[in-house]
């Protein structure tokens, strides 16, 4: 999940030579979507989150959203575009969310354990249709890959200020961020979920807090 910084009157909590992926609709083809097209993005988002949008036709979509299958083409040339769109940008939602809820004054360890939290939700609900149905859509891995890699780089970043302020020993930060910012993905798969008593995002949250406890110093 990516995000672009804060725009609020708090401190922002910076990343230098950490950047979001782009986003798979620019902001300059987004500025040319009518009003309709916009609120459609919206109300698709909601059928990726029920699982439902990656089995109906573009057809399909139109009728239940009661618009023109020209609108829908007017927004993505098919429909598994569409559905990396509207997948893409709640990504991108969720990542802005995470980065908004920040507090710069906190401890680095403190503001990771933080966005962790705030980013997992991108398991929540939709973990299995992440793992069912949108890695069969060419290009969907790419997608998450690069929101993941966000993720990571972001905790490796929290992870160096924790070593550089103390509050942590010395650790290979490269590969604890791989486990850590991989934890939401990897018990979305249902092969592994299966195996967990609670949902994706509380297995991967608590999986966090032990591994950051284990880490701090005292």
Do not use: W
């Not at 999940?1 to 401190?11: C, N, W």
């Not at 969720?94 to 991108?122: F, H």
């Amino acid at each position: 999940m990516s995000a672009a910084p804060a725009r609020t009157g708090r401190k922002r909590v910076r990343f230098p030579g950490v950047r979001a992926p782009k986003p798979l609709l620019s902001p300059e083809a987004e500025s040319r979507l009518s009003a309709r097209q916009l609120a459609l993005l919206e109300q698709l988002d909601g059928q990726v989150a029920a699982e439902r949008l990656a089995s109906m036709t573009m057809a399909e979509i139109a009728a239940e959203a009661n618009c023109s299958l020209r609108t829908l083409y007017g927004i993505s040339p098919s429909k598994d575009e569409l559905v990396l769109t509207v997948v893409d940008r709640r990504l991108h939602r969720i990542g802005r969310a995470a980065i908004e809820s920040l507090d710069a004054t906190k401890p680095p360890l403190e503001i990771l354990r933080a966005y962790l939290r705030a980013a997992n939700e991108a398991v929540q609900p939709e973990a299995v249709f992440l793992a069912h149905h949108l890695t069969e859509i060419p290009g969907a891995k790419r997608l998450l890959d690069a929101h993941e890699d966000y993720v990571m780089a972001v905790t490796r970043s929290l992870l160096d200020r924790a070593i550089s302020e103390g509050q942590i020993e010395p650790v290979d930060t490269a590969s604890l961020a791989h486990v850590l910012g991989g934890l939401g993905r990897e018990f979305g798969r249902p092969e592994v979920a299966e195996l967990a008593s609670r949902s994706a995002k509380e297995t991967a949250d608590g999986i966090a807090d032990i591994l950051l406890r284990g880490l701090e110093r005292g």
